[in-house]
C-alpha cells in the first residue's frame, strides 16, 4: 500500500499569498494518478486536480497541480477568502487507492 | 446537475446492522462504477468500496471485507451499502462519490453527495 504523507500540516497565510502544498509517496505513483481534494466544514471534499496537474470542471486557474514519481504539489497562486480549508492528495494509481492526512490552510 | 444523495446513517449498536442508500441522479448511473468513501469524525479519507458500472465486481477495503456488501440497483438509479458486525472504528461520516471508470480499479472521485453519519455507540 502506498503511503501518502502531506506537508505541512497546517499552513497560515493571508489572502493574497501564495500557498504550496506538499504530497510524498512512500513509492512511485503510477502514471501520476494523482488527485487533490478541497473539504471546507461540514461539506464533502471537493476534487480540484487529478492525474497530477489537470483541473477539474469548474475550478480556478489559481489552483495548480505539479509533480510526478513520489513529490507532488498543489499550489494556490493568490490565495481567496474562500480557499482556507483542509487539502488532501489522493493517489489511485495502484490498488489499493489511498489517501493523505491532509493539510489545514488556515488564515494567519 | 449530477446529485448524489445519501440517507440511512443514525445509531446502531456495536454487532449491529445499517443500510446506506445512495440515490443518483443528473448523469446515466449505469455507466459509472461507484464508491464509498468514509471519514471519522475530524479524521481523514479512507476508500470503504467499489462496484462496477453492472454490479458484477466489487472492492472492499481490508478494514470492511466480509462484513459490509455493496451494491446497486441500475434500475432505481441507487447504490447500497449494508453493513454488518459493526464496530466503534465504523463510525463515520460516509459518503457516496462517483468514480471516472466503469470498473472497480483504483480512481479519482469527481462527485461526492454530503454524507450520512453512522454512530456506533452501546
Redesign the interface.
Known amino acids: 500500500e502506498i503511503v501518502l504523507t502531506q506537508s505541512p500540516g497546517t499552513l497560515s497565510l493571508s489572502p493574497g499569498e501564495r500557498a504550496t502544498l506538499s504530497c510524498r509517496a512512500s513509492q512511485s505513483v503510477s502514471s501520476s494518478y494523482l488527485a487533490w481534494y478541497q473539504q471546507k466544514p461540514g461539506q464533502a471534499p471537493r476534487l480540484l486536480i487529478y492525474d497530477a496537474s489537470s483541473r477539474a470542471t469548474g475550478i480556478p486557474d489559481r489552483f495548480s497541480g505539479s509533480g510526478s514519481g513520489i513529490d507532488f504539489t498543489l499550489t494556490i497562486s493568490r490565495l481567496e477568502p474562500e480557499d482556507f480549508a483542509v487539502y488532501y492528495c489522493q493517489q489511485y494509481g495502484s490498488s489499493p487507492g489511498t489517501f493523505g492526512q491532509g493539510t489545514k490552510l488556515e488564515i494567519k | 446537475e449530477v446529485q448524489l444523495v445519501e440517507s440511512g446513517g443514525g445509531l446502531v449498536q456495536p454487532g449491529g446492522s445499517l443500510r446506506l442508500s445512495c440515490a443518483a441522479s443528473g448523469f446515466t448511473f449505469s455507466t459509472y462504477g461507484m464508491h464509498w468513501v468514509r471519514q471519522a469524525p475530524g479524521k481523514?479519507?479512507?476508500?470503504v468500496c467499489a462496484i462496477s458500472s453492472n454490479g458484477g465486481s466489487t472492492?472492499y477495503?481490508n478494514s470492511v471485507k466480509g462484513r459490509f456488501t455493496i451494491s446497486r440497483d441500475n434500475s432505481k438509479n441507487t447504490l447500497f451499502l449494508q453493513m454488518g458486525s459493526m464496530r466503534a472504528e465504523d463510525m463515520a461520516f460516509y459518503?457516496c462519490s462517483r468514480g471516472t471508470y466503469t470498473g472497480i480499479?483504483?480512481?479519482?472521485?469527481?462527485?461526492?453527495?454530503?454524507?450520512t453519519l453512522v454512530t456506533v455507540s452501546s
Open positions: 481523514g479519507l479512507e476508500h472492492y477495503a459518503y480499479r483504483p480512481d479519482r472521485f469527481d462527485y461526492w453527495g454530503r454524507g
